[in-house]
C-alpha cells in the first residue's frame, strides 16, 4: 500500500483515485478517516462515503484538542449543576477588555439573541433588521408580539443602514445587526456602524450580532465590543463558541452589555450552562493556536471556492466569514438536492434571494475540492 503524499490528500479524492492509491485518506490528531468511494452517479468523481456539512457554518475541525481535554477531565461533574462561570467570564473580560458585570453567558448566542428578541417585544412595537439576515432574534421578537421591519440589502448586498435608519418608528424597540451578516458574508463599514450604533441606542435597544468576528480579516471592520467598554446603554454586542472555537453542539455564547442590562437578561434568561460546555469553553479561549489553524484552513477554503466562481464567472459575496454565497442562478431548493445525491448538504432557503443564490459553507479543503468537482459536473457542463 502506497502511502498518501500531503498533495494528494489536499486535492482530494479524485486525484487520489486518479493516482491509483488505496482511497481511504487516514485519521489524523484533527480530522476522522476519510473513506472514498466511487460515486454511484458519476464514474468520474470519488464520493466520500459520509454527509459532507456546507449547511451550517460549522467548524469542521473543531472542538480543539484543548477543548476536548477539558471535557474529557471534567466529565465526573456531569452529575453536578454548573454554576460556577466564574473564571470563564474572567478570561473573556480580559480578552474583550470589559468587566464580568458586562457578561451573559448563553445556551448558545441564540439564547442571548432570545432574550433580546423578548426585550424588544415588550411593548408590542416594531423590530428593525436587514433583509435577508439571521432569524432567531426576529422569530422570537414576532412570536412575542413586534412587528418585524426588514431592510432590504442594497445592490451589493450590503446592509443598507440609510435605509433601515428612515425605517425606525417611534415605536422601534430594537434594531439587530449582524455583523457580518449572514446568509451575505460581509461586513458593515466600521465608521458608520459605530455612528448608526450610538445615535439608535438612545432611544432603543440596538443588537449587533458578532457570531463570526474572529473570522474577519477586513481593514472597514471593527467589534462594537468598544461601546460596551465604554459604557453605552441600550447596546447588546453577541459573541458564540459555535463557530471559531468549533462547541457549537454543546451550546454556550456571550452577550456583552452595561452592566444594568446585562443584569436585566440574566434575570428573563431560562437556559442553564452545561458544566462541560463551561469548561470546554474556557480552555478553549485560553487557546491561540487552534483559531489560527482554523481561520487560516478557512481562507484555504474559501480561496478554492471563490476560485472556482471566478473561472465559472459567477457572482458571489466576497466573505469576510467561514460561509459563502454564490448565485448560481437557479433555485436554491433544486440546487441543494443535486448536491445532496452527491453528498454535500448546502445551506438551506434564504429569502428572499432563494430564487438565485445559494449559501454554502466552508469545510477542510480536500472536501471543498471535492465540492468544486461536484459543482462543473453539475452545472458547467
Ligand atoms: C449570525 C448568527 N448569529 C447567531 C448564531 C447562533 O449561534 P449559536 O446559538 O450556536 O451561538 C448563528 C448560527 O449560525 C449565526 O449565524
Known amino acids: 500500500m502506497k502511502d498518501l503524499t500531503r498533495r494528494q490528500i489536499l486535492l482530494g479524492g479524485s486525484a487520489i483515485v486518479a493516482a491509483g492509491l488505496i482511497p481511504t485518506i487516514p485519521k489524523t490528531p484533527l480530522t476522522p478517516a476519510m473513506k472514498l468511494m466511487q460515486s454511484a452517479l458519476a464514474d468520474d468523481i470519488a464520493r466520500p462515503d459520509y454527509m459532507i456539512r456546507l449547511s451550517s457554518n460549522e467548524n469542521p475541525y473543531g472542538p480543539s484538542r484543548v477543548a476536548l481535554k477539558a471535557i474529557a477531565e471534567n466529565m465526573h461533574l456531569a452529575n453536578r449543576y454548573s454554576r460556577n462561570s466564574r473564571a470563564l467570564e474572567e478570561v473573556l473580560a480580559g480578552i474583550n477588555g470589559v468587566s464580568t458585570d458586562n457578561i451573559v453567558i448563553g445556551t448558545g448566542s441564540s439564547e442571548i439573541l432570545n432574550v433580546a428578541g423578548l426585550l424588544g417585544s415588550r411593548t408590542h412595537g416594531s423590530v428593525v433588521c436587514a433583509d435577508p439576515t439571521y432569524q432567531t432574534l426576529l422569530r422570537y421578537a414576532e412570536n412575542s ?34 455583523n457580518p451578516n449572514n446568509p451575505i458574508p460581509s461586513i458593515i463599514e466600521k465608521n458608520a456602524l459605530r455612528k448608526f450604533v450610538l445615535e439608535q441606542s438612545k432611544d432603543r435597544l440596538v443588537f449587533v450580532d458578532e457570531a463570526y468576528h474572529e473570522y474577519v480579516d477586513n481593514p472597514d471592520y471593527e467589534s462594537m465590543m468598544g461601546l460596551i467598554a465604554e459604557g453605552h446603554k441600550n447596546i447588546i454586542v453577541a459573541r458564540t463558541a459555535s463557530k471559531i472555537h468549533g462547541l457549537a453542539g454543546l451550546r454556550i455564547g456571550f452577550g456583552f452589555a452595561h452592566p444594568d ?9 431560562t437556559g442553564e450552562m452545561h458544566v462541560l460546555a463551561v469548561v470546554a469553553a474556557h480552555a478553549s479561549y485560553l487557546d491561540e493556536e487552534f483559531p489560527a489553524f482554523a481561520i487560516r484552513k478557512n481562507k484555504e477554503s474559501l480561496q478554492i471556492v471563490e476560485d472556482m466562481c471566478e473561472e465559472l464567472d459567477l457572482r458571489y459575496i466576497k466573505s469576510d466569514t467561514n460561509f459563502t454565497f454564490i448565485q448560481t442562478g437557479m433555485q436554491n431548493s433544486v440546487v441543494k438536492e443535486k448536491f445532496e445525491a452527491y453528498g454535500i448538504l448546502t445551506g438551506r432557503d434564504f429569502p428572499p434571494l432563494h430564487d438565485t443564490w445559494t449559501r454554502v459553507s466552508m469545510s477542510k479543503p480536500e472536501e471543498m475540492h471535492y465540492f468544486v468537482q461536484v459543482y462543473k459536473q453539475l452545472f458547467s457542463t
Open 145 to 178: 408580539g413586534a412587528e418585524i421591519i426588514r431592510v432590504p440589502v442594497n445592490e451589493s448586498l450590503n446592509t443598507d443602514l440609510d435605509a433601515m435608519r428612515a425605517a425606525v418608528r417611534d415605536d422601534t424597540d430594537l434594531v439587530y445587526l449582524t
Open 261 to 269: 442590562l446585562a443584569a436585566e437578561m440574566r434575570r428573563i434568561k
